[in-house]
């Protein structure tokens, strides 16, 4: 396995350019199951969960072509309405298949994806969600069977109430209520831009959904029985955007241009960083981060969108290591998000944890470690306080980072840090 070495050293400064949204190519990736025609998505960022969802769709019996930034997905000579083990456990978001199967063919079996490093994740609103549009659901064996209503299993439009949002949950039930008959209104919906992003996506497709970015969506489903293909350019990843933000405030002296993003979407870290200090002045797509004086200690707590996401909170305790006294940062998304806690540790930072909060004092330096990734934002954020901890640091395990994030170490390189990966290196 490969791993991330980093010198840490001076401030950041240049220009980064962000990529196309992980968490809004996924779900959209996903809809092309409603369509058999050609689909086109621009903007795809080159990732591992995209080769996962690549070869989850080639699996399902659809022809795909990467060429990052482009996929096309078409319809390839069979179909096969069934999700394995071994692809759903690479990688959670693959449960987003469930609803567009279900739409499109009455029927799918999909493995039910299993704990993860950061919480129990359970895929209970979207099953309940399914049931309330006439779906059968049974267990056995580690795979959750879906069978359609009647009428050859086409779905019945319903009313969801979504005990929490969530945000895979909302994507599924919106795509699978795309096919559905009638108009279905989902309530508590998750109010992520990616969610917004998948409604444009299923508008182009003929579908009729409004509401999305607010907690009740509306979808009319298409009285085709399938949607037409479509060609989309994915949103900037705003949670890519936040991360080099981060990256660029951490030491101080650090000036960042960070480009093509989308400024609205990263609003609840700018007042968080703001707040601590940093300067950030916004252009177009264009966002300048400066840190010319000490970091404040702010609090935080996660929240669902348009909350301080939850993507964004190990990276912005990192952050905090450096600022001047306390900070607390609360965790209220998932259960086990804390892993990067003792791996911070280890290079020096002062943090006390309790349950689902972090106490954060601030200290002058951290000094470099081999430390471990656990999962995606956990990783971005060893990496991040790597660029400024004494020495080096070596950071193991980064399939995570890979997963997540397009060309790390080349685009940190570009704004000066000296990092490198080092193949085979985490064996
Ligand atoms: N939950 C349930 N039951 C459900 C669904 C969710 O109890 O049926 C709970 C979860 O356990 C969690 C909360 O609801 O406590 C919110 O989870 P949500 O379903 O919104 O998370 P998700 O859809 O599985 C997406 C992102 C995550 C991001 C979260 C929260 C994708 C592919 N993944 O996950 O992204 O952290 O929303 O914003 O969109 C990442 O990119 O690193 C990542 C983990």
């Not at 096919?179 to 209104?185: P, S, Y």
């Not at 009285?223 to 479509?230: D, I, Q, T, V």
């Not at 900070?327 to 349950?355: C, D, K, W, Y």
Request: charged share 25%.
């Amino acid at each position: 396995m490969d791993a991330i070495r980093i010198r840490g050293g001076g401030p950041l400064r240049g220009a980064v350019r962000i990529s196309g949204a992980k968490n809004a190519a996924l779900p959209i990736l996903c809809a092309t199951l409603l369509s058999d025609g050609a689909s086109r998505l621009r903007n795809v960022p080159a990732l591992r969960d995209i080769d996962t969802t690549a070869a989850l769709l080639r699996f399902l019996g659809r022809d795909v072509k990467v060429a990052a930034p482009e996929v096309e997905v078409a319809a390839g000579s069979s179909v096969r309405p069934e999700a394995p083990y071994e692809l759903v456990k690479q990688m959670r978001a693959s449960v987003l298949v469930l609803g567009p199967l279900v739409a499109r063919f009455g029927h799918a079996k999909v493995s039910l994806p299993g704990g993860c490093a950061i919480g129990a994740r359970p895929i209970d609103q979207h099953l309940k969600g399914l049931e309330a549009m006439g779906c059968k659901i049974r267990l056995e064996r580690g795979y959750v069977h879906v069978e359609g209503p009647g009428d050859r299993g086409r779905l019945r439009a319903g009313e969801v109430y979504f005990d929490i949002p969530t945000v895979t949950g909302t994507e599924n039930l919106m795509m699978a209520a795309a096919l559905a008959k009638g108009r279905t209104t989902l309530v508590n919906c998750a109010r992520e831009p990616e969610v917004e992003e998948l409604a444009r996506v299923l508008n182009k497709m003929g579908a009729e959904v409004d509401g999305a970015g607010t907690d009740v969506i509306h979808i009319r489903g298409s009285e085709r029985g399938e949607l037409a293909p479509f060609d989309h350019a994915i949103i900037p990843d705003r949670i890519e955007t936040g991360t080099y933000m981060i990256a660029a405030a951490v030491a101080e002296g650090g000036e960042v241009t960070v480009q093509g993003a989308e400024v609205s979407d990263i609003e609840p870290l700018i007042v968080k960083m703001r707040a601590a200090g940093v300067e950030i002045a916004t252009e177009g797509q264009n966002i300048l981060v400066r840190r010319n004086k000490p970091l404040k200690a702010v609090n935080v707590t996660t929240a669902p969108h348009p909350g301080f996401p939850t993507d964004m909170q190990a990276q912005f305790l990192v952050l905090m290591c450096f600022a001047r006294g306390e900070s607390v940062i609360s965790e209220t998304i998932f259960e086990n998000r804390f892993m990067h806690v003792p791996e911070l540790q280890r290079m020096g930072a002062s943090i006390a944890l309790r349950g689902n909060t972090a106490v954060v004092q601030g200290v002058d330096k951290l000094y470099g470690a081999s430390v471990m990734a656990t999962d995606l934002r956990a990783s971005a954020s060893l990496v991040i306080a790597g660029l400024v901890a004494e020495d080096e640091t070596e950071v193991r395990r980064v399939y995570h980072i890979d997963r997540g994030y397009e060309r790390i170490e080349e685009k940190m390189r570009g704004l000066g840090a000296k990092i490198e990966r080092v193949k085979g290196a985490d064996a």
